[in-house]
Structure formats: structure tokens, C-alpha cells
């Protein structure tokens, strides 16, 4: 499948759960920051890194363990930050929880004498 440019898409068997069954929030958390990176990493130079600001977790529905897409996307850059959304989705196609985060970008190609 093709994506546009800073686009990123997973797909895990979730392994954990909470008490009631269903995924624990912060294992969604975790998914949605591990999709939304590599659509930031996507659109960095060599040498660049970006770092999480700051991001914000939506919880739609209960996600029960089985099949979760994740898709991401890059949508903003604004000098040395950068803006994602992302989302996951159950078998159905039924929204579970959505992301918005804010990278800062490092050169690391100064502090590393380059």
C-alpha cells in the first residue's frame, strides 16, 4: 500500500489487558506513540531526531485484545516542531483512540561536532 509522504501504518496483537479485559489505556497510549513516530522520522534530515513535546490521547471505546491498526500522519511543521495525528482502529474499522502530539527536531549533527 502506498502513503503519502510523513503517513505510517502498524498492526499489532495487543497481549495485554486490564482487569475488566479490555486493553489497558496506556497500552493504547503506547501504540498510538510508537505509529506516530516513524511519520515525524519519515520527514527528518540524516542527522535530525525529533523529541515528544508533548502528546494528547482521546479514548473513544473500549479496545478488547485482538487485531488494531494504527495509522499516523504528518500534518504541520512549524520551524523546529512538527505536528502529528494519529489513530487506532479495531477489525471492524471502529475508531478506539485517537492522538494528536508535537515533536521538537534536534540537529544532532551539532552536538556531535559535525
Keep these: 500500500m502506498l502513503r503519502p509522504p510523513g503517513a505510517s501504518a502498524i498492526t499489532r496483537p ?16 503506547a501504540m498510538l506513540d510508537d505509529c506516530i513516530g516513524p ?22 471505546r473500549p479496545a478488547l485484545p485482538g487485531h488494531i491498526t494504527g495509522t499516523a ?5 512549524r520551524g523546529n516542531y512538527c505536528y502529528t495525528k494519529g489513530e ?6 471502529l475508531t478506539l483512540a485517537t492522538a494528536k502530539a508535537c515533536y521538537k527536531v534536534l540537529d544532532m549533527s551539532r552536538a ?3
Design 73 to 77: 500522519r504528518f500534518y504541520r511543521r
Design 88 to 93: 487506532l482502529k479495531d477489525a471492524n474499522g
Design 112 to 114: 556531535n561536532g559535525r
Design 14 to 29: 495487543p497481549a495485554i489487558s486490564a482487569s475488566l479485559g479490555n486493553i489497558q489505556g496506556g497500552m493504547l497510549a
Design 39 to 60: 511519520a515525524i522520522y519519515a520527514m527528518l534530515d540524516e542527522h535530525q531526531v525529533a523529541v515528544t513535546v508533548k502528546m494528547a490521547t482521546a479514548f473513544v
